[in-house]
């Protein structure tokens, strides 16, 4: 009988310790839980603002984004002015897509698991590169017109 009352004193001492513990535990979890989605909620929205997903962003970010790497590029070689602007108005598209990757698994993924940078980032440069060449496809096509400073008239 008095090995039982000892067996439950201790359980009880053990489940209190464990409370107390959680306790101290929980505030800290709660903050970085907070920090974290916060986090993924910044990034989710700049990776929006930078994808092409919304198509009214070019005229703000992207477009000024590539057009000062191209100007950047042109200060070494002039005629690399278009090349890196495509090429910055492609990267600002992929920067997008994956900083929408980041943000959703902070704020959607309930347990951490590890991350695959590079997997992700093939599939973020291949769904961009099928983007890209969807876009030319349709301005090869007549389908989308190019805006007036493209043309040689």
Not at 3 to 30: F, M
Not at 77 to 104: A, R
Request: proline share 5%.
């Amino acid at each position: 009988m008095e090995s039982v009352q000892n067996v439950n004193q201790d359980s009880r001492v053990v489940e209190d310790k464990t409370q107390e513990q959680l306790l101290q535990i929980a505030p800290k979890k709660i903050k970085k839980d907070i920090f974290k989605k916060l986090r993924g909620g910044l990034f989710l929205t700049l990776g929006y603002m930078l994808s092409p997903l919304s198509w009214w962003n070019d005229l703000f970010f992207n477009l000024p984004i590539a057009y000062f790497f191209g100007y950047i590029c042109s200060l070494f070689l002039p005629t690399l002015l278009i090349p890196c602007t495509i090429i910055g108005y492609w990267l600002s598209n992929v920067l997008g897509i994956l900083l929408m990757q980041f943000g959703s698994m902070d704020i959607f993924q309930k347990e951490p698991k590890e991350r695959n940078l590079k997997k992700e980032l093939f599939s973020c440069l291949i769904s961009s590169t099928v983007y890209t060449l969807v876009i030319v496809i349709l301005i090869q096509l007549k389908i989308l017109d190019t805006p007036v400073f493209f043309s040689n008239s």
